[in-house]
C-alpha cells in the first residue's frame, strides 16, 4: 500500500501563499491518480485537486484559479502551489492515491498525518 508524507504547511496571512508537498513511497508514475484532501474544523474531508499519471488535472470548483497541482516524477512528489489564499482554506491538508476518476472515490493509500495550513491575519 503506497505511503505519503504530507509538508510545506504553515500560517499565512489572507492573499498570501504556499506549495505543500507530498512525498510518495513509490514511483508516482505507477499511481493513476493522486489528490489532495482537506479537512477543516466541524467539516467533512473534501476533495482539493488532483492529478493523473498522464498530467490531467480536476480542480474543486472553490480553489481553481488559486491552486495548481503538479508533479515531480524524478523525485516521486505532487505539490499545490496555492495562491491568493483565503481564511476558508484553513484546513488540515492530506494526499492520497485512488484509482476511480470520481472525486468522491475510494482512496487505495492509507492517510497520513497530513499538514496543518492556517489562513488568518
Known amino acids: 500500500q503506497v505511503q505519503f508524507v504530507e509538508s510545506g504547511g504553515g500560517l499565512v496571512q489572507p492573499g498570501g501563499s504556499l506549495r505543500l508537498s507530498c512525498a510518495a513511497s513509490?514511483?508516482?508514475?505507477?499511481?493513476?491518480?493522486i489528490a489532495w484532501y482537506r479537512q477543516a474544523p466541524g467539516k467533512q474531508r473534501s476533495h482539493v485537486a488532483s492529478?493523473?499519471?498522464?498530467?490531467?488535472?480536476d480542480y474543486a470548483d472553490s480553489v481553481k484559479g488559486r491552486f495548481t497541482i503538479s508533479r515531480d516524477g524524478a523525485k516521486n512528489t505532487i505539490y499545490p502551489q496555492m495562491n491568493n489564499l483565503e481564511a476558508e482554506d484553513t484546513a488540515i491538508y492530506y494526499c492520497?492515491?485512488?484509482?476511480?476518476?470520481?472525486?468522491?472515490?475510494?482512496?487505495?493509500?492509507?492517510w497520513g498525518q497530513g499538514t496543518q495550513v492556517t489562513v488568518s491575519s
Open positions: 492529478i493523473t499519471s498522464f498530467g490531467i488535472t
Open positions: 492520497n492515491a485512488r484509482y476511480g476518476v470520481r472525486r468522491g472515490s475510494t482512496v487505495t493509500g492509507s
Open positions: 513509490e514511483t508516482i508514475s505507477s499511481i493513476y491518480i
